[in-house]
């Protein structure tokens, strides 16, 4: 069965960074792009950045262009974020997500900024 689990997460401060890594089984990951969303608390769950399934394709939402990087290793079948310059506002759980014939997510990691 499909399995997402993400790590990484923690308490930075404001400017600091965090690398989130999503350990991916039980579908041919190559295959398939991936995506990273977060939530933050009483806020809807929003697309943070995607990877097409070769790593060529990224695209990231406005609010994180310029600071984070999505990345991929699909023999090692990750998905990784790499969030530079971060933001109070960036506090949210992140989850890791699978568009196929169903959507899957993993379970989420926290991410907090505050000094």
């Known amino acids: 069965q499909v399995q997402l689990v993400e790590s990484g997460g923690g308490l930075v401060q404001p400017g600091g960074s965090l690398r989130l890594s999503c350990a991916a089984s039980?579908?041919?990951?190559?295959?398939?792009?991936m995506s990273w969303y977060r939530q933050a608390p009483g806020k809807e769950r929003e697309l943070v950045a995607i990877?097409?399934?070769?790593?060529?394709?990224?695209n990231y939402a406005d609010s994180v262009k310029g600071r984070f990087t999505i990345s991929r290793d699909n023999a090692k079948n990750t998905v990784d974020l790499q969030m530079n310059s971060l933001k109070p506002e960036d506090t949210a759980v992140y989850y890791c997500?699978?568009?196929?014939?169903?959507?899957?997510w993993g379970q989420g990691t926290q991410v907090t900024v505050s000094s």
């Open positions: 990877i097409g399934n070769t790593g060529s394709y990224t």
């Open positions: 039980g579908f041919t990951f190559r295959s398939y792009a």
């Open positions: 997500r699978l568009a196929a014939t169903a959507v899957y």
